[in-house]
């Protein structure tokens, strides 16, 4: 038996995806054929149409929509529905390693857009995820980054703290207290897997049709830590002034009770979650697409992290 890339479901060999997740993309699509771009020609693409796209980044990636009476994706320059990034030869399996821990992150109830791996017409397989700033063919929900809200650009988007970060929310958002136990719950996860690159540009508010201000899906969640391989620190932002050798106290006591005011309920509440999805996190991990040596790194990594924690 295979695996779905989109769910993760098992299929039977000679397929590539099953029926539901084909649904996910689409209520009715029957077949979705290859990328028609090489891992090579996606790279190519994506550094061609940089200057012109609104999502620009560390990580090549390309805006793209899907024809779904054709079961074909199709690269454009504007009215994106899926952003695709393909794989990265300077670091391994980061389509894999991203699509392994937002799936991780949405079984710890943190909110993320509809993502999966799809394959190309080289086999090789590239990272997709829905915008979530797009409403219907043409609609458009206004997002804005912890960057621009900041006054920072992206030279300097690094040049910021956790402590930062919360008072964005406290002044940008309509009800600050809920952003406020997402963005825990967020931190701790974000240390728990290894992901020290959350930047200011990998946070924003989204606005409602409504006119409420709140912190949009969570987005470019990646164990950075394995994929880099030489990585030293552990948040890309200062917490405390420091971003390494962060300890409970710090992310529960300092960051959750102190500096977000959480009850102590809702803290418990967000540590009891985490602390029941390691044993599914751990079997995701293995029937992830991960090859065997990135699942036991991101597997040991993992167990660092939750004995920090105070998990294991």
């Known amino acids: ?34 990328f028609p771009l090489t891992a090579e020609e ?46 990265n030869p300077a670091f391994p399996q980061l389509p894999e390693n991203e699509d392994l821990t937002m799936r991780l992150a949405s079984i710890s109830g943190i909110d993320v857009p509809f993502h999966g791996l799809i394959y190309a ?42 402590e930062q970060v919360i008072r964005l929310i406290e002044t940008f958002t309509t009800f600050p207290a809920v952003e406020k136990l997402k963005l825990f719950a967020r931190i701790l996860f974000c240390f728990l897997t290894g992901n020290e690159d959350m930047h200011l540009k990998n946070y924003s508010i989204i606005t409602s049709k409504g006119g409420i201000h ?30 390494r050798n962060l300890t409970r106290k710090d992310l529960v006591e300092y960051l959750g009770s102190e500096r977000l005011e959480l009850p102590p309920q809702a803290i418990d509440t967000v540590l009891s979650r985490f602390r029941q999805a390691i044993p599914e996190y751990r079997r ?5 697409f991960l090859s065997d040596d990135q699942k036991r790194a991101y597997t040991d990594l993992l167990t660092r992290r939750s004995l920090v924690l105070g998990f294991e």
């Open 284 to 288: 995701l991990i293995e029937i992830s």
């Open 42 to 87: 996606q790279l190519h693409e994506a550094a061609a149409l940089a200057a012109k796209i609104s999502i620009q980044g560390v990580q090549p990636k390309l805006s793209v929509r899907l024809d779904a009476g054709t079961g074909t994706f199709r690269v454009v320059e504007t009215l994106g529905q899926y952003i695709v990034k393909p794989p």
């Open 121 to 162: 017409k080289d086999g090789s397989m590239s990272y997709l995820i829905r915008r979530f700033d797009r409403i219907g063919r043409k609609g458009k929900l206004a997002a804005e980054d912890f960057a621009q809200l900041g006054g920072f650009s992206r030279e300097t988007k690094y040049d910021s703290s956790v």
């Open 214 to 243: 709140r912190l949009s899906p969570a987005y470019d969640l990646l164990n950075t830590t394995i994929a880099l391989r030489t990585a030293e620190e552990e948040s890309a932002l200062p917490l405390r002034g420091r971003k």
């Open 1 to 34: 038996m295979s695996r779905c890339p989109l769910l993760y479901v098992e299929i039977p060999d000679g397929l590539q995806y099953s029926r539901e997740g084909l649904r996910t993309l689409h209520p009715k699509l029957e077949q979705l054929h290859d």
